[in-house]
């Protein structure tokens, strides 16, 4: 691993070093084998209405928060030149404006993404999401709400949902040209849309596929899907970034 990327991670380390706070708390209510451990493979809890419960403490299984095609095949991110000329730009020059190094929040689907538990609060026609990752957090209404007619362009853009059986399907618009869609600096604009599904498996695993359609960056809609895993018995961390911090700094004193 490269200087630099030790120096990043040293810094992500250091924002979620425990404090205080509830970990290992036993979660109420929740299915356990008969040694006491959380179940992890009982039925998907559902809600009043039947629908499956998203409710709980998530975390990727699957660390694509570096390159979020990480498991797709080579060559299948189809960007559009000026996308893969940026791309290669910031793999070169280690993501240097990136703009979570500044405590600026993922968005999405990069906040997904993140090794670091977030929670999801499921009500009857809202759903949110609270990450722990720069102590972040996104409301998804499914209250039959369309997008706004002049939506002001957001780091997190405007999250609506429905349910199509049991999955929950998350339209998000409205996001300005800075985003990053992961570490590796994926360019995303404007007229990005993003759709996640979130199917709740079982108690324990819940799947999120993730469609990009970005006409500014890309040649066509492309997928991928991020498996989660619950933590139960646990809370989420306090997560600080200093937006005075001297990351960049250093940077040209760390040998490559």
């Given at each position: 691993?490269?200087?630099?990327?030790?120096?990043?991670?040293?810094?992500?380390?250091a924002?979620?070093?425990?404090?205080?706070?509830?970990l290992?708390?036993p979660?109420?209510?929740?299915?356990?084998?008969?040694?006491?451990?959380?179940?992890?493979?009982?039925?998907?809890?559902?809600?009043?209405?039947?629908?499956?419960?998203?409710?709980?403490?998530?975390?990727?299984?699957?660390?694509?928060?570096?390159?979020?095609?990480?498991?797709l095949?080579?060559?299948?991110?189809?960007?559009?030149?000026?996308?893969?000329?940026?791309?290669?730009?910031?793999?070169?020059?280690?993501?240097?404006?990136?703009?979570?190094?500044?405590?600026?929040?993922?968005?999405?689907?990069?906040?997904?993404?993140?090794?670091?538990?977030?929670?999801?609060?499921?009500?009857?026609?809202?759903?949110?999401?609270?990450?722990?990752?720069?102590?972040?957090?996104?409301?998804?209404?499914?209250?039959?709400?369309?997008?706004?007619?002049?939506?002001?362009?957001?780091?997190?853009?405007?999250?609506?949902?429905?349910?199509?059986?049991?999955?929950?399907?998350?339209?998000?618009?409205?996001?300005?040209?800075?985003?990053?869609?992961?570490?590796?600096?994926?360019?995303?604009?404007d007229?990005?849309?993003?759709?996640e599904?979130?199917v709740?498996?079982?108690?324990?695993?819940?799947?999120?596929?993730?469609?990009?359609?970005d006409?500014?960056?890309?040649?066509?809609?492309?997928?991928?899907?991020?498996p989660?895993?619950?933590?139960?018995?646990?809370?989420?961390?306090?997560?600080?970034?200093?937006?005075?911090?001297?990351?960049?700094?250093?940077?040209?004193?760390?040998?490559?």
């Amino acid at each position: 691993m490269r200087g630099i990327q030790v120096v990043f991670a040293l810094v992500c380390l250091a924002a979620a070093v425990p404090s205080a706070q509830w970990l290992n708390q036993p979660t109420p209510g929740i299915p356990r084998t008969p040694d006491g451990k959380p179940n992890l493979t009982a039925p998907a809890p559902r809600t009043a209405d039947g629908k499956p419960d998203l409710s709980g403490l998530w975390q990727p299984a699957a660390i694509l928060i570096g390159d979020i095609a990480a498991n797709l095949p080579p060559n299948s991110v189809p960007y559009q030149p000026w996308a893969e000329k940026l791309y290669k730009e910031r793999r070169a020059n280690d993501g240097r404006d990136d703009p979570t190094a500044n405590c600026i929040v993922g968005g999405v689907p990069r906040s997904d993404l993140v090794p670091y538990p977030f929670k999801i609060l499921h009500e009857k026609d809202l759903v949110v999401i609270l990450y722990e990752a720069v102590h972040s957090y996104r409301q998804i209404f499914a209250d039959g709400r369309k997008f706004p007619e002049d939506m002001n362009p957001s780091w997190f853009g405007y999250s609506i949902g429905k349910w199509e059986k049991d999955t929950f399907v998350v339209e998000t618009a409205g996001f300005n040209d800075r985003g990053w869609l992961d570490n590796f600096g994926k360019p995303a604009t404007d007229k990005l849309r993003v759709t996640e599904k979130f199917v709740r498996k079982d108690f324990g695993h819940m799947d999120i596929v993730i469609t990009i359609d970005d006409p500014g960056a890309y040649t066509k809609p492309w997928d991928v899907t991020l498996p989660l895993i619950l933590r139960p018995d646990t809370e989420l961390l306090e997560y600080i970034c200093n937006e005075n911090n001297k990351y960049f700094e250093i940077i040209p004193k760390v040998e490559k």
